[in-house]
Structures are given as structure tokens and as C-alpha cells.
């Protein structure tokens, strides 16, 4: 009995070393936050703790950059509070900064300080309407990423204009959980905030991460992207929209220059670096552009942003895709037709 006993015992060891070897602690957590369901998983004897301390940081980002809670600092700059010298943290600053810069190298395809209008349009949380033309025309006015100055300490506005973080805030939050993984040693994790996503490490297994490449004319993926180390982050007109009593319809991605919601060839665009907040600041910027212009802009700019990769769905049943991502890219929707282009 004993013998048996120990035989058993030695057998269970055995396989929880098994186990253990095969697959470190796993810790999920999925959470509302900055308007979208997120979903973060890690793999790593600190992984609980690991993403217990991601969804606090996003929650704690999400109080600093919320446009609509009255207690951010967004809120606060936008209805001229914190204006004045060491009010504003440096992650605002930063962000800010960040979105300032890519502005610019856009050419004001990103602005930072296009919500005037995006309320205008009722994408803040009020009802969706279709404004004038000369409210649109007036509204324009307070639209200019070049009147924002970011200081030492605090960031300033004219008179009327606001700032909105929609286009880059998660691709930013999604850096600081890449970076709180790796603080907890976590060698392995998949961070979902809303469709951008970040991956640290590969599987457990030693493949990469799949993700999905929504189809944005219907339903399911149109393809997988294999990542490691990097983050993929889609833009498109599909997921927040609404339609008018005519039938026309309108997308939450303003183009700055005429104020109306982007209507280009482009059905989304998904952009793939290791830099998360550029992937999401890229993304919007790129759908407003369209895709011979996002197409200069890859070939002029990536080299000095992260050498950064993309994919954009084209209303004509074309998928554009850099030769970098199609490497990592596996296309499962045959109706489409892929096309590779290279520097
Ligand atoms: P999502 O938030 O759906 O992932 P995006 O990253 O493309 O998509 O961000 C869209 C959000 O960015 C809008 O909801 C709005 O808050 C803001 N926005 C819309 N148009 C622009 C623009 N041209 N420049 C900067 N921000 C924009
Ligand atoms: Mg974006």
C-alpha cells in the first residue's frame, strides 16, 4: 500500500513539473476603460499581480486624459485651468507632445484639437447630427495643432480651442502595460485595449501571438498577423458611426481639413510597430490621408518612426501592405487581392 502510495506521489510530481514547465501561471483580466472592453493576459510566476497593476495605470491614464470627466487634466486644460506653470504631469505633457509631433509630420492629418468639431458631429456621447456647413466652417476655426504649446510645466490653448487624446491615449496606455509586464518579469503577455493591441514575447510555446485583421465590410477577419515584441493598431470608420436620414454615412474620424468625417478609399488601416502609441497615432492619421498619401508617407517617414509597418483595406477590394508586415501576415480572404509594396 505504501509503495503504491509513494508511486502515486512521485507520479503527481512528475506532472506538475510537467505542467509547471509547460506553462507558467497564467493571469487574464478583462475591464472596461477609455470607452472599449480591454482584455490583458500574462504568463509568469508574478502575472496576477501584473495585470492587477495594468488595468490600475489604465484606469489612472483614464482620469488624467477622459475629455469628459470633469476631473482630468484634459478637462481641466480645455476649460482653461491648468494652464498656468507645474500643473500638468508629465505623462500629459508628454502624450500631448507626442500627438503635437506626429501632427505636424502628418501635415494635420492627426490633430489633437479637432474636438470642437467632433462634438459638433455628436461623437462625444450626444446624439450624432450632421451640422452645417457654416458651423462646421466656424467650428474649423478652433481647430489648429500648431496654436497648442506644450512648456516645461504646463501646456496652453487659445481661447475655445480643446484637445481630445481619442487617437493616441490607448495606443500610449498600451506602453505603459508593456512595460509594467516586463517590470513583473513577465516574458509572455497579450494586452487587448480595444482592438489595439500589444504583445510582449511570443506564446509560451514559442510561436508568436495570432491576431486577427477584422474585415471591415462585414464580418470576421480578413487574415492573421503573427507578432512578437511589437504592437498592431486599426483604424476605420466601421466600428463608431452613424447613418443620416438620408442614408449618407459618417465615420468618427474627422478629416481636420474640411471638418468632415474621412471619406476616402480606405476601409481601415492597421499599422505595426514596437512603439504602441505611434501604431494608434498613425492609424487615425493614415485613414485620414487615404492610401496614396499614407503610402508617401511610409516611404518618407517610417525609417525615422520605428521603421514602422502597415496594412490598409481599400474600399476597391485591395489590401496595400508593406513588406515587413506581409512577412507576418497570412491573408484568408480570398475575395481580396493583396499588394506588396516595398521602399
Ligand atoms: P479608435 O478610438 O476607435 O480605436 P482611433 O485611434 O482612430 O480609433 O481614434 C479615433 C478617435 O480620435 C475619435 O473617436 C476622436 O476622438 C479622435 N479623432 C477623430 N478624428 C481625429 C483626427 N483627425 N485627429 C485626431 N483625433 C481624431
Ligand atoms: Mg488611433
Same mark, same amino acid.
Given at each position: 500500500m505504501r509503495k503504491i502510495l509513494l508511486a502515486l506521489l512521485a507520479a503527481a510530481c512528475v506532472l506538475i513539473t510537467a505542467c509547471g514547465e509547460a506553462k507558467p501561471d497564467k493571469a487574464e483580466r478583462s475591464f472596461y476603460a477609455m470607452n472599449t472592453f480591454m482584455s490583458v493576459t500574462a504568463y509568469g510566476s508574478d502575472s496576477e499581480k501584473a495585470v492587477a497593476?495594468?488595468? &490600475?495605470?489604465?484606469?489612472?491614464?483614464?482620469?488624467?486624459?477622459?475629455?469628459? *470627466? *470633469?476631473? &482630468?487634466?484634459?478637462? #481641466?486644460?480645455?476649460?482653461?485651468?491648468? %494652464?498656468? @506653470?507645474?500643473?500638468?504631469?508629465?505623462?500629459t505633457r508628454d502624450i500631448v507632445a507626442? #500627438?503635437? *509631433?506626429?501632427?505636424? =509630420? %502628418?501635415?494635420?492629418a492627426l490633430d489633437p484639437t479637432i474636438y470642437?468639431?467632433?462634438? #459638433?458631429?455628436?461623437?462625444t456621447g450626444d446624439e450624432n447630427r450632421v451640422p452645417s456647413e457654416s458651423e462646421i466652417a466656424e467650428l474649423l476655426k478652433l481647430v489648429d495643432h500648431r496654436a497648442v504649446k506644450v512648456t516645461e510645466s504646463g501646456i496652453t490653448l487659445n481661447d475655445g480651442m480643446m484637445l481630445d487624446l481619442g487617437a493616441v491615449a490607448k495606443g500610449a496606455a498600451s506602453?505603459?502595460?508593456? =512595460?509594467?509586464? =516586463?517590470?513583473?518579469?513577465?516574458?509572455?503577455?497579450? @494586452?487587448?485595449?480595444? +482592438?489595439? @493591441?500589444?504583445?510582449?514575447?511570443?506564446?509560451?510555446? +514559442? %510561436? +508568436?501571438?495570432?491576431?486577427?485583421?477584422?474585415?471591415p465590410d462585414g464580418d470576421g477577419?480578413? +487574415?492573421?498577423? /503573427?507578432? /512578437?515584441?511589437?504592437?498592431?493598431? /486599426? &483604424?476605420? &470608420?466601421?466600428e463608431r458611426y452613424f447613418i443620416s436620414e438620408n442614408g449618407t454615412v459618417y465615420g468618427h474620424i474627422i478629416d481636420p481639413a474640411s471638418g468632415y468625417p474621412v471619406?476616402?478609399?480606405?476601409?481601415s488601416t492597421t499599422i505595426i510597430s514596437t512603439d504602441g502609441g505611434l501604431c494608434d497615432a498613425l492609424s487615425t492619421a493614415l485613414f485620414v490621408m487615404?492610401?496614396?498619401? #499614407?503610402?508617401?508617407?511610409?516611404?518618407?517617414? %517610417?525609417?525615422?518612426?520605428?521603421?514602422?509597418?502597415?496594412l490598409l483595406i481599400t474600399k476597391s477590394g485591395e489590401v496595400i501592405i508593406t513588406e515587413g508586415a506581409a512577412e507576418r501576415f497570412s491573408l484568408s480572404d480570398k475575395s481580396l487581392t493583396l499588394k506588396v509594396i516595398e521602399k
Amino acid at each position: 500500500m505504501r509503495k503504491i502510495l509513494l508511486a502515486l506521489l512521485a507520479a503527481a510530481c512528475v506532472l506538475i513539473t510537467a505542467c509547471g514547465e509547460a506553462k507558467p501561471d497564467k493571469a487574464e483580466r478583462s475591464f472596461y476603460a477609455m470607452n472599449t472592453f480591454m482584455s490583458v493576459t500574462a504568463y509568469g510566476s508574478d502575472s496576477e499581480k501584473a495585470v492587477a497593476e495594468v488595468q &490600475s495605470r489604465i484606469s489612472e491614464l483614464e482620469g488624467l486624459w477622459s475629455v469628459t *470627466d *470633469d476631473g &482630468s487634466e484634459i478637462y #481641466a486644460i480645455n476649460h482653461g485651468g491648468l %494652464s498656468e @506653470i507645474s500643473e500638468v504631469s508629465e505623462v500629459t505633457r508628454d502624450i500631448v507632445a507626442f #500627438a503635437l *509631433d506626429i501632427a505636424d =509630420r %502628418s501635415s494635420g492629418a492627426l490633430d489633437p484639437t479637432i474636438y470642437p468639431v467632433l462634438s #459638433a458631429w455628436g461623437f462625444t456621447g450626444d446624439e450624432n447630427r450632421v451640422p452645417s456647413e457654416s458651423e462646421i466652417a466656424e467650428l474649423l476655426k478652433l481647430v489648429d495643432h500648431r496654436a497648442v504649446k506644450v512648456t516645461e510645466s504646463g501646456i496652453t490653448l487659445n481661447d475655445g480651442m480643446m484637445l481630445d487624446l481619442g487617437a493616441v491615449a490607448k495606443g500610449a496606455a498600451s506602453d505603459e502595460a508593456a =512595460r509594467i509586464m =516586463r517590470e513583473h518579469g513577465i516574458k509572455y503577455a497579450l @494586452i487587448n485595449l480595444g +482592438g489595439n @493591441i500589444m504583445t510582449v514575447g511570443g506564446k509560451p510555446d +514559442g %510561436s +508568436g501571438w495570432r491576431i486577427g485583421v477584422k474585415n471591415p465590410d462585414g464580418d470576421g477577419n480578413i +487574415g492573421v498577423l /503573427t507578432l /512578437t515584441d511589437c504592437a498592431a493598431v /486599426t &483604424s476605420g &470608420s466601421y466600428e463608431r458611426y452613424f447613418i443620416s436620414e438620408n442614408g449618407t454615412v459618417y465615420g468618427h474620424i474627422i478629416d481636420p481639413a474640411s471638418g468632415y468625417p474621412v471619406d476616402n478609399d480606405l476601409l481601415s488601416t492597421t499599422i505595426i510597430s514596437t512603439d504602441g502609441g505611434l501604431c494608434d497615432a498613425l492609424s487615425t492619421a493614415l485613414f485620414v490621408m487615404g492610401s496614396e498619401r #499614407a503610402e508617401e508617407f511610409w516611404r518618407e517617414h %517610417s525609417a525615422e518612426l520605428s521603421g514602422f509597418d502597415m496594412l490598409l483595406i481599400t474600399k476597391s477590394g485591395e489590401v496595400i501592405i508593406t513588406e515587413g508586415a506581409a512577412e507576418r501576415f497570412s491573408l484568408s480572404d480570398k475575395s481580396l487581392t493583396l499588394k506588396v509594396i516595398e521602399k
